[in-house]
């Protein structure tokens, strides 16, 4: 059975950090695509950055270029998004992604509010 835990939400100060991270259980994390995307309330989710199963190629939403970083750790089954100069306008509930051909799974998501 497929697990995606995502952690490291929260509530911080504009100008803040924050690490998100995501372990994987159930399956063969090095071969899967791991993405993290997010969604505010009344908007459509959306991706934020997309990172590749050996973790060499990684994109990411304009919003979030230069200011996110998407990491992973194969060995620890383990997709990070380290979240710098946060905005309001980050505030969401922040989803992890595993995909694989036709496979597609989600966790349960984790909340970062923005606010001072």
């Known amino acids: 059975q497929v697990q995606l835990v995502e952690s490291g939400g929260g509530l911080v100060q504009p100008g803040g950090s924050l690490r998100l991270s995501c372990a994987a259980s159930?399956?063969?994390?090095?071969?899967?695509?791991m993405g993290w995307y997010r969604q505010a309330p009344g908007k459509q989710r959306e991706l934020v950055a997309r990172?590749?199963?050996?973790?060499?190629?990684?994109i990411y939403a304009d919003s979030a270029k230069g200011r996110f970083t998407i990491s992973r750790d194969n060995a620890k089954n383990t997709v990070y998004l380290q979240m710098n100069s946060l905005k309001p306008e980050d505030t969401a509930v922040y989803y992890c992604n595993a995909v694989r051909g036709s496979f597609n799974s989600w966790g349960q998501g984790t909340q970062v509010t923005v606010s001072s």
């Open positions: 990172i590749g199963a050996s973790g060499g190629t990684t």
């Open positions: 159930g399956i063969i994390f090095s071969i899967y695509v």
